[in-house]
Structures are given as C-alpha cells and as structure tokens.
C-alpha cells in the first residue's frame, strides 16, 4: 500500500534540510524517532571558542495559553479530508478562476496549502469575535490521537483534560487555539508581497494582536485601522462602541511598497483640484515647495525672480524643496504657480492625471468603508429579503482593501476563509468590473445550520425561496455570488449599449461585444474519503476488512469515482483547483496544465504516439502523473519508466500517485 495522495510537508522540513546538509552533528533521533536539535552542538559548530555554549534564557516575551503546542501541531496534521467537486452547484465550471469551498477552514486551509503556497495576494477574514452573542460553530474536534500527541508534548492529564475543556470555549485561551492554526496556515498561503486584513473588536483585539506578531512578525505589522461602522453609539453602552479594528500585516517587510500601495484620492481630494490658469494638462493643485533645512544641500538656497518682478529668498529656516536646475525646468513646463497675482511664494503644480492616489490613513470612516447599515441593505435588497444575515461587512469595506493591495492586471487570489454572506468574494467581481481586473477569489465557509426559530426569514429563504433540503448559511454564500454576478453582468451590458446608444448606432449590442468579467465559481465540498482512493490508512494501521475492501474499489474503479480522484490529483500536483480537465482518452488519460494524468492504462504503443502528440503540441505535457490504484496491468508499469525515459522524460517527471 503507497503513500496517500495528499501528503502534507512539515512546516519547517526545508530548514531541517538545511541544518542536515550544514550541521549533520546537530540533528539526533531520540528513542522513539522523535528529531531532536542538539543546540550545544549548534553552538559548538557555529562558535568553538566560546566555552559557555548556548546560552537559555529562562524569562522572555511572549504570548502564552495552556494549549499553546497543541495548536500549532493541529495545523500540520496529515489532510483528513478531500475535495469533493460539485458542478451541478457552481457556475461556469469550465472557465471560471473563482472558488466557493464548503466546509471547515482549517480543512480547507490545509487542502490549500497543497496547491497554493506563497500564491495568495491578499486574505481578509472576518472571524468569530469570541463574544457572549457569537455562536461559536468552529468547535474543532479533540481526538484521542490529540490526547497522545500532548502527553509527547510534556503535558500533564490536569492540564490536557482542560485543553480538551476549552475547545469551543469563549475563553482567550479557547480562541487563541481557534486562531492560531489557522493564522499559521494563512501565512504560509500568502506571496512575498502579500498582506492579509483581520476585522476583530476590543474583546480579542489585545490578544490577536499579540498573536499576529508572532505568527506574521512584529516586523510586518502595517497598522492598526479603526473602521466606523455605525454613526451613533448603542444607548445602552456606558461608552459606546462606533468602530472595529483592522489588523494589518504584510508577509515580509522588504515587500511592504509591493504588498500595500496608495489609495484613490477621495471625492473631497479630487474637489481640490482646479485649472485656474487653464493649463491644457487638466486640473492642478499646488504644493509646498520649500522644504527643511536639515536635508537641504547648497543648490538649493537661490533667488526666485516672481513675475511680478519681486526676488524672493527661501522663508527663514526654511530651503527650497528642489534644486535651482530642477525649478528652472519646471517653471519651463508651467509647473510652478505664482498666484494669480504673480507676486506669491512659488508652488509646484501636481496634475490630477498623474496622480498616484494618497496615502492609506488608519481611521476610515463611513463615508469611504460603508456601514453596517449600509451592508445589511446591500445583502438585503440583494436577496429580495430582509434579515437574511444579521452582521455583514460592506463591499466598499473590501473594495478598499484590495484598490490598497492588488492591481487589476496581476491576476490576484484573494482568499477570505470565513466568507459569510460572500461579501470579498462579491467586492471582487464589483472592483474587477469597475477597473476591467482579473481578480480571482477563494470563500470558504462552513454549512452553519440555520436556526428556523431565531433565525426565521433567513431559515425560510433557503428552504422556501431557494428550495434547499438543508438550511445553511453556505446556501446564502452562493446565492449572494449568483445574484451579485448577474447584477453586474446586466449593469455592465447596460452600459455597453447606453455607450452604443452615445455613439449613434441604436442596433442592439452583440454578446460579444460586452465587457467580459468573471461572474462564475467552482464548489468543492470537503467530505470524508468514503472510499479510501485518496486517503489511505498506513499499512501497519490496517485491518484484513480494510485490505479487502480497499481491494474490492480498487479492482472495480466506478465512473462516479473519476471526478473526485482527478480533482485530488490537482492538488497533489499542486495545481489550482480551477484548472481545467482536458480529456485525452476519455476514462483514460486527462491532461491538466503541464501535467497528463493516467488513470486507467492503455497499450503503451498507443501512450506513445500520444506523447509524441503531445510534445509536439503548443501544450505539452511535462509530467506524467500516474493513478497506481487503478493500474491492474502489471506490464503497464513495467514499462512506463522506460517509455517515460525513450521519449526524454527524466525520472523526477514521472510520479506515482495513490
């Protein structure tokens, strides 16, 4: 029996690599086959003249909660679910980039770290505030296995017995072991310039704080901004609360001009512009050009002869901003304001079309980031019903987030993983059609049951106006993206034909000739491996009833199977989930980007001349990827290798799967 498909890298084996090929001495394995780091042997190596050795610190800095281990080793754990692909709930599954997962996020965090590491631009998560009026539904399992990995850890059973008590629990330390597997998985998910939002409220800002500069680095920490999300307080509140935070940190500093960029200038700002000297350039507005003295060098203390014909010297203390040569040419370009007098200190002209936006502030009010209110009517006129979902984050909320972090021709992923009512995955299609972007999007979000008590019209919307068996808050994810999709699809036709209509041609605008935008997504749904084709128990583990059934699925492949094992391939091949499936030989051979996957064998003769095909195409395939359950032809993976090696393939790309 192989190795399952989906194997999960430890976190840290490329460092431990390192340490193997510079210091073998350091790297021991204790009884139990547990690696262990001999630090004085680091040090030795690293500082033979210093006797003392490593040096260990008993007091330091640091957040600290009972469970603390326990969480960082739940991230890593092996994948205990697969992707199970559902086109009849998605839309343009053949074209579409956009990803809608149903299931638990630290499933789906763990899937995606397979296929998207260091890829994702930009993550904003709203995630549960660990208040009295949250419904907690994230209540990770607490497994006996669990249980043995803390008592190797050093915990004492008073200790894992009350880890075990807070899963779930509104403690700090409850919360904290919610969030830090997760955040840990999200950084490993972001690129060099990537920049992740966290929204949170006072009861666990300290706490997330503290944690995001661990996971991420104090050293990437970008700000923390206070979004006003209501115009009045609650009269209820002693000191009520109008505001939430938003944690901002990039994945490395270095990368921080990369990872957040300016903002657009606001409709106050652009108001500020004018053209009071009707410059053909457009709309002006002057500004300062002394400058400190400080910085200043000697080129630039010089006389300025106003046009009025008064010599004017820098303001005492003050220098100019530019140097003699660089404002003789720009006074050249008519880029230096004197007044409509000719008689005021000189300013530089800064043209509205070369503008590059302003600086992002860290206080963004209601009219810039929406309301809550305004959020609530945007989902509730969206569905055609009030209270469908009770805490929604507005789209110009998010919209702001990504016209601060992503551009519209980089082909972005931007991944929000407690999706909601899908508002980023809706801001997405509404900021790539208001500036022609490729945006991609990931939502993840759990089937939260609705409660049809508490919960009433959002119950009866599902089951009634959309007619789900099951009401959960992932049926109002898709619906919103549907719904929001065919908004500005019919928004975007509309203005295609009233830009038609301008122009004089009253005919009717051809399909085509809409501006095309990405409104479709792909739903996979986290499930179990009902028949253990791509997770498999390690062999010293199995049972003879689990050989014999393992045999029984493995002998007779079903056509209801291939679906699910071809778009788990796509991850152990690391491949985006929303790559496309080119069928070769149908049942038999399915080419996804570089990669031909061969599921089911054929005459080696005929694998040939398709890999002739192939490599002569303008889509070859790089790597062969080979299924081995299905494999019953013993002679087919006898010569596969040496076919693979006649047409030039080296053994690094030919890959056995399963």
Request: hydrophobic share 40%; with cysteine; proline share 6%.
């Amino acid at each position: 029996m192989q190795a399952p498909i989906l194997t999960t890298p430890a976190p840290n084996a490329q460092k431990l690599e390192v340490l193997r090929q510079h210091f073998p001495q350091a790297i021991e394995i204790d009884a139990q086959g547990r690696i262990r780091i001999n630090a004085a042997a680091l040090q030795m190596a690293l500082d033979p003249a210093n006797p003392a050795g490593v040096q260990v610190e008993e007091d330091g800095f640091e957040l600290r909660w009972v469970g603390k281990r326990e969480a960082y080793h739940s991230a890593f754990v092996p994948v205990q679910k697969i992707v199970e692909p559902r086109p009849e709930q998605s839309k343009n599954w053949d074209t579409t980039g956009n990803l809608l997962i149903k299931g638990d996020n630290i499933d789906a965090l763990r899937l995606l770290r397979q296929s998207y590491f260091g890829k994702v631009k930009l993550i904003y998560i709203d995630p549960p505030y660990n208040t009295q009026s949250d419904a907690f539904i994230y209540r990770d399992d607490f497994s006996a296995k669990q249980a043995q990995v803390l008592e190797q850890l050093g915990y004492a059973k008073d200790n894992i017995d009350y880890i075990k008590n807070i899963y779930g629990a509104r403690t700090h330390s409850g919360w904290l072991s919610f969030m830090y597997p997760r955040l840990l998985l999200a950084k490993d998910l972001l690129r060099d310039d990537g920049v992740i939002f966290i929204s949170i409220d006072d009861n666990e800002q300290a706490q997330l704080k503290l944690l995001c500069d661990e996971v991420f680095g104090q050293e990437n920490f970008v700000s923390t901004i206070a979004w006003k999300k209501r115009s009045s307080p609650d009269a209820r509140d002693t000191v009520g609360s109008i505001h939430d935070w938003i944690l901002c940190y990039v994945r490395k500093d270095e990368h921080i001009k990369a990872a957040i960029g300016k903002m657009p200038l606001n409709a106050e700002r652009v108001d500020s512009y004018i053209n009071p000297d009707n410059d053909p350039r457009g709309v002006w507005a002057s500004v300062d050009m002394t400058g400190m003295t400080g910085r200043a060098t000697k080129d630039q203390y010089f006389t300025v002869a106003l046009p009025s014909g008064r010599a004017l010297q820098p303001p005492k203390g003050r220098s100019w901003g530019l140097a003699e040569k660089t404002f003789i040419e720009l006074k050249a370009d008519n880029r230096i304001w004197f007044g409509q007098t000719g008689d005021n200190v000189p300013r530089v002209k800064k043209f509205l079309s070369e503008s590059d936006g302003q600086v992002v502030p860290s206080f963004w009010d209601m009219t810039e980031g929406g309301s809550n209110d305004e959020a609530k009517k945007e989902v509730n006129e969206l569905m055609g019903q009030a209270d469908v979902f009770e805490t929604p984050k507005p789209t110009r909320l998010i919209q702001r987030m990504l016209s601060i972090a992503t551009k519209k021709d980089d082909a972005a992923i931007v991944l929000d993983f407690f999706a909601g009512t899908g508002t980023t995955g809706h801001a997405v299609l509404a900021q790539n059609a208001a500036d022609g972007g490729n945006r991609q999007f990931i939502l993840v979000q759990i089937p939260q049951s609705i409660d049809p008590k508490k919960k009433k019209e959002a119950h009866t919307f599902v089951t009634e106006t959309l007619g789900k068996p099951e009401a959960t808050i992932f049926e109002i994810t898709a619906e919103r993206i549907r719904r929001a999709g065919a908004k500005l699809e019919a928004e975007l036709a509309s203005k295609a034909e009233a830009l038609k209509v301008a122009q004089g041609e009253l005919l009717p605008i051809p399909a085509q000739e809409v501006p095309t935008l990405d409104t479709g997504f792909r739903v996979y749904e986290l499930v179990d491996d009902p028949d253990a084709l791509i997770l498999q128990k390690p062999l010293q583990d199995a049972t003879q009833e689990d050989l014999v059934a393992l045999q029984t699925s493995i002998a007779m492949p079903q056509p209801a199977q291939l679906p699910r094992v071809l778009h788990n391939l796509l991850l152990a091949e690391q491949l985006p989930l929303s790559t496309v499936l080119h069928s070769v030989k149908p049942d038999h051979l399915y080419q996804a980007a570089d990669v031909l996957l061969i599921v089911k064998p054929v005459p080696l003769a005929e694998l040939a001349d398709i890999l002739r095909t192939l490599q002569a195409s303008t889509t070859p395939a790089v790597y062969l990827t080979v299924y081995a359950p299905w494999i019953d032809d013993d002679n087919f993976m006898l010569g596969i290798k040496t076919l693979a090696e006649s047409l030039g393939y080296s053994e690094d790309k030919l890959r056995l799967r399963g």
